[in-house]
């Protein structure tokens, strides 16, 4: 075989071999790419798992991360207008925190957080004023705020008008609070929780001062009755009492017992130094005269009047100033401001005597005459016999 042959040989294995690995590798290539489909599609599958997976445990996380997230930042807080009654009482001083727990502890809001961002929302944390308040258990915290509306507090306003005897200011404050009568008579004894003044002589009449307190049922006779004897306190420093009981020579409980002398016996508060000054002129005579208050006889028995009859000047009472020199014991009723001020500053002028003649039109006649005052006498009784 000659060279040609073989090359001819060669080249035929030569175009035969590649021709048959051609075809070989179609085959796999085929072959390859249906595993590299079957592999993307594996990987699709796992992603897509595993996307489902991630998603369900954010999920799952997410909801109970939120919850968490939630009860930390939400308090808890219940709902609608609760049910039942409760009287919660505000204390002097007491924060809005003070007062959530209050409400918490007895059941009126859920959480003490849920009343604070209430009031807050409302704008009114200042505003929170002590008293009694009506509210429900179990009130969503936005609706037990307008219910703490200072007016809507459970309290009563009263007025102890000017000249009151104790036993009237007794029982006036009795129907205020519901609380009896003898409650306040009890209180009243206890000089030291009432902290009236040293020179009191541990009598609460006459301390008990006239003005505006605020009551309510819960409202204690002893907090009531020093509440008064701390207003009692306030005017005489405003006035003077103490220096200007000296200037007049007298002593502080001298001073408050004609200062309630005047009140009872004055038909008008202009009328006030003129009949000071008859105390302090009839006081002053020497021999001294005695003072003949028909008032003082008739605190004495416990009566009321203007007026006291024969048998009632007959009394025994020390403070018959019928028949006994000087002042009474103390004052006879609780005086305001007016009487106290007339007292250290009374009018000037020689008057022995005075009769309100007319009692209705508050008209009241002074004299240093007997014999005038003893005109002025029948002219009252025509007065009261008329009607």
Known sequence: MNDLDLDSLL???DDEGPRRRSRGSRSAQRRSKKRQRRQRRKGF??????IVIIVGVLGVGGYYGYNWIRGVTIPKDYTGQG???????IKEGQSATDIAQTLVDQGVVASERAFINAIGAAGKSASLQPGEYKLRKGMAAANAVPLLDPKRRLQTTLTVREGLRLSQIFQQLSTATGKPVRDFEKAAKDAEALDLPSYAKKRLEGFAFPATYEVSPKSAPEDLLAAMVERYKKAADDVGLVAGARRVGHTPMEVLTIASIVQAESGSKRDMPK?????YNRLQRTPPMLLQMDSTVMYGLNKFGVSATHADLKSKSPYNTYARPGLPPGPITN???DAIKATLKPADGPWLFFVTTDTKRGITKFTDSQEEHDRFVQEFNRNQAGG
Do not use: H, K
């Open 45 to 50: 599958v796992a992603f897509f798992v595993a």
């Open 83 to 89: 049910s039942g009654e409760v009287l919660v009482e």
């Open 335 to 337: 005086p305001g401001e």
């Open 11 to 13: 080249g035929a294995e």
């Open 275 to 279: 009949v000071a000054r008859v105390i």
